[in-house]
């Protein structure tokens, strides 16, 4: 890579050369990587691609390789099952973080943690067991993000050992929202919700089954959350997981969209020398309104009772009594054990 434009082969070979490790496994990753990288050299401006997108978009790479040497060396987690719960898929800003971490909290339910999240495989010499290492450097990470930017707290709350959105681990795969939430690359943006991201959801089953291998081979359901699965995934989440409920959160989309480009504003502002505000608005205005289309569409193919629906108005006045409608409605028990947990 230059100091002013991102190279796929660069971020290849450096991924490599930092691991040690050669073998991708299955490269259909390969076609995302190639416009994501075309889209931020292109429109998104960026000040410091080395530092900034280049680093996200190599880690990711590092953990490719990772996650294909965890396998060859723990061929048993192929074994663990993943069971989902449910998928939280409202737009951001409706009360699905509220709703998440109160699903989460069930006994019998679980969720991915921060710290999980951004590093799911272990560090070198990891005790099993014993994920402090990764933890206390996921507090680190957080400390760092609320010094640059001190605004985003109010605006999302961020938690090393909080539950947070498995989009953070699609971020591997190059189809996610998170990119062109970080940086003005609208092409990229539209382009991705288009594609099929059944590959992209079969790899997040290949994190989640290290995590949980992780753990101890935990056996709980899993609460899915990110409105990426709205904003392009969709069709992903149902070919790898046909049967799961979905939990759509609203809210005005008048309240949504300025709470979710002040997020956005946060992390572009100062990495990008093209990024609007006008032009932003508009653009996420698009998405919402296309990712809203697209569901609408696909929900009247779903069985009845497939979609739990939630207000914000409840979520945030009767949270407890607004989770227990949602538990029943999947067609599971809500009882002390439940309700002391949230």
């Not at 899993?222 to 149902?238: I, S």
């Amino acid at each position: 890579m230059s100091g002013t434009e991102l190279s796929v082969d660069v971020l290849l070979a450096n991924a490599r050369s930092a691991t040690g490790l050669h073998d991708f496994g299955n490269e259909w990753f390969l076609n995302p990587l190639a416009r994501l990288v075309a889209e931020a050299n292109a429109d998104a401006g960026l000040v410091a691609p080395d530092a900034g997108a280049g680093q996200r978009i190599q880690g990711a790479l590092m953990d490719r390789l990772g996650l294909v040497q965890y396998f060859k060396d723990h061929p048993e987690a192929a074994d663990e099952i993943i069971e989902p719960a449910c998928a939280i898929i409202g737009l951001p800003r409706t009360g699905s973080t509220v709703m998440h971490r109160l699903l989460a909290s069930a006994p019998d339910m679980t969720s991915l943690f921060w710290w999980e999240a951004c590093f799911p495989l272990p560090f070198p010499d990891e005790k099993p067991g014993d994920p402090a290492p990764r933890i206390a450097m996921a507090h680190q990470i957080v400390e760092q993000l609320l010094t640059e930017w001190p605004d985003f707290e109010s605006i999302d709350p961020i938690e090393a050992e909080a539950v947070a959105e498995e989009v953070i681990l699609l971020d591997r795969t190059f189809l996610s929202t998170t990119y062109d939430s970080m940086m003005p690359v609208p092409s990229y943006g539209f382009w991705q919700s288009e594609q099929d991201h059944e590959a992209a959801y079969r790899d997040l089953v290949k994190f989640m089954q290290v995590i949980q291998h992780r753990r101890g081979g935990e056996q709980k359901k899993w609460v899915l959350k990110t409105p990426h699965h709205l904003l392009g995934g969709m069709k992903g989440l149902l070919a790898v997981f046909p049967d799961i409920n979905l939990v759509m959160t609203h809210r005005d989309v008048g309240d949504v969209l300025p709470s979710y480009c002040s997020m956005c504003a946060s992390l572009s502002v100062g990495a990008s020398t093209t990024y609007d505000p006008m032009k932003q608005g508009r653009y996420w205005t698009d998405r919402f309104r296309n990712g809203l289309q697209r569901f609408e569409e696909l929900r009247q193919a779903l069985p009845a009772g497939r979609v739990i629906d939630v207000k914000y108005r409840d979520t945030v006045t009767d949270p407890i009594g607004t989770v227990e409608k949602v538990i029943k409605a999947m067609g599971l028990d809500f009882d002390k054990a439940e309700q002391l947990a949230m």
